[in-house]
């Protein structure tokens, strides 16, 4: 079998020693290389060729969100970010995903000591999944003004309306959400309600990010706010709910699946709040979450969108929702266009 080649760009000597032995424990991984500096990873792409670009973030001269643009323009891989800078003050890793690097982890949380431990295991199976993600080149430009364009013939039951649209991805979804919310005007009035799943340490630094790139307010979601026009991310560690009366809930401690926040919470708490006022779309990411959720929405009449698999950075999200019953299958381009035709329609009681 030919093994995944991976080259790792790392000015910590240490550092990179440590993750070549990790990550080359099993023997189907080989790094071909280790770069110090962001100039040397981008000139030894087109030697090596590699299928995955580990890639820190503070570095001398081009620092690492600086290359992730530059490759995902010229030369698209799939990129796994480590950092040692996370937390809701630290946005670069948020901007590298939103660049188009594929996922990020802190450097603390991956410890390299023990290659043969379960959490090297672990580690390695991610890498093996991500380097097998579609990779688009350009991933910011912007949607911007253009004409709307009709849905595909049949794909979506007309005329539409919601109170609320709920949104959730995993690998591949940041670039996609920065798509998506700045495609959208200032006043959208629709309220956004959105699970994205990501490391630990990272989701503050998506909020801050976007909420500084795109026109619509971006915030964390706040237990007993009133939905509200913009978008509202889950905080780690808990699940988000809609309740009938339009007020958000944290749940910290149920467990629902592999994820907490959950795409499945909190759609099915949207079809249950919303019935045929509700919205859900599936974006990329890997396994099945939100499917279950989406499947509840369109039994209670509500919208379910899923992103199509051509510009799906991993396709297991969307596909397990398709697998369940959507109403459509869209485009990036092309879910805007939804979005932007839905009429508002405030949940009964909140107007």
Same mark, same amino acid.
């Given at each position: 079998?030919?093994?995944?080649?991976?080259?790792?760009?790392?000015?910590?000597?240490?550092?990179?020693?440590?993750?070549?032995?990790?990550?080359?424990?099993?023997?189907?991984?080989?790094?071909?290389?280790?770069?110090?500096?962001?100039?040397?990873?981008?000139?030894?792409?087109?030697?090596?060729?590699?299928?995955?670009?580990?890639?820190?973030?503070?570095?001398?001269?081009?620092?690492?969100?600086?290359?992730?643009?530059?490759?995902?323009?010229?030369?698209?891989?799939?990129?796994?970010?480590?950092?040692?800078?996370?937390?809701?003050?630290?946005?670069?890793?948020? #901007?590298?995903? !939103?660049? /188009? =690097?594929?996922? +990020?982890?802190?450097?603390?949380? @991956?410890? $390299?000591?023990?290659?043969?431990?379960?959490?090297?295991?672990?580690?390695?199976?991610?890498?093996?999944?991500?380097?097998?993600?579609?990779?688009?080149?350009?991933?910011?430009?912007?949607?911007?003004?253009?004409?709307?364009?009709?849905?595909?013939?049949?794909?979506?039951?007309?005329?539409?309306?919601?109170?609320?649209?709920?949104?959730?991805?995993?690998?591949?979804?940041?670039?996609?959400?920065?798509?998506?919310?700045?495609?959208?005007?200032?006043?959208?009035?629709?309220?956004?309600?959105?699970?994205?799943?990501?490391?630990?340490?990272?989701?503050?630094?998506?909020?801050?990010?976007?909420?500084?790139?795109?026109?619509?307010?971006?915030?964390?979601?706040?237990?007993? #706010?009133?939905? !509200?026009? /913009? =978008?509202?991310? +889950?905080?780690?560690?808990?699940? @988000?709910? $809609?309740?009938?009366?339009?007020?958000?809930?944290?749940?910290?401690?149920?467990?629902?699946?592999?994820?907490?926040?959950?795409?499945?919470?909190?759609?099915?708490?949207?079809?249950?709040?919303?019935?045929?006022?509700?919205?859900?779309?599936?974006?990329?990411?890997?396994?099945?979450?939100?499917?279950?959720?989406?499947?509840?929405?369109?039994?209670?009449?509500?919208?379910?969108?899923?992103?199509?698999?051509?510009?799906?950075?991993?396709?297991?999200?969307?596909?397990?929702?398709?697998?369940?019953?959507?109403?459509?299958?869209?485009?990036?381009?092309?879910?805007?266009?939804?979005?932007?035709?839905?009429?508002?329609?405030?949940?009964?009681?909140?107007?």
């Amino acid at each position: 079998m030919t093994p995944l080649r991976v080259l790792v760009c790392e000015d910590s000597r240490t550092y990179a020693a440590a993750l070549r032995r990790m990550l080359e424990y099993d023997g189907d991984i080989a790094v071909d290389a280790v770069c110090a500096t962001a100039e040397e990873a981008v000139a030894a792409l087109p030697r090596i060729e590699p299928g995955l670009l580990t890639m820190d973030l503070e570095l001398p001269g081009m620092d690492g969100l600086e290359a992730v643009g530059e490759i995902m323009s010229f030369r698209p891989l799939p990129i796994l970010v480590l950092s040692a800078h996370v937390g809701p003050r630290s946005d670069k890793a948020a #901007a590298a995903l !939103a660049a /188009g =690097a594929i996922d +990020a982890l802190a450097k603390d949380d @991956l410890d $390299l000591r023990d290659p043969a431990g379960a959490a090297g295991a672990a580690f390695r199976q991610r890498v093996r999944a991500l380097s097998r993600a579609r990779v688009i080149r350009h991933p910011r430009a912007r949607l911007g003004a253009r004409p709307a364009r009709p849905a595909r013939p049949g794909a979506l039951r007309l005329p539409r309306y919601a109170s609320v649209i709920g949104v959730c991805a995993s690998a591949g979804g940041p670039q996609m959400l920065v798509l998506l919310l700045g495609a959208l005007p200032a006043d959208y009035p629709i309220p956004l309600l959105i699970v994205q799943h990501m490391a630990a340490g990272f989701t503050g630094g998506l909020v801050r990010w976007l909420d500084q790139t795109v026109a619509m307010p971006v915030g964390v979601a706040e237990p007993g #706010a009133q939905a !509200a026009p /913009g =978008a509202w991310l +889950a905080p780690e560690g808990a699940h @988000l709910t $809609l309740n009938a009366s339009g007020r958000l809930a944290l749940d910290r401690h149920t467990v629902a699946g592999h994820h907490r926040p959950s795409g499945d919470v909190l759609l099915s708490s949207i079809a249950a709040a919303a019935g045929q006022a509700g919205a859900a779309v599936v974006l990329s990411g890997m396994g099945t979450d939100g499917a279950a959720g989406a499947a509840a929405v369109r039994r209670r009449g509500g919208l379910v969108i899923a992103q199509d698999e051509q510009s799906s950075a991993v396709f297991g999200m969307p596909k397990a929702a398709i697998d369940l019953g959507v109403d459509a299958v869209l485009s990036p381009d092309e879910i805007v266009d939804r979005l932007r035709g839905l009429r508002h329609e405030p949940l009964p009681g909140t107007h």
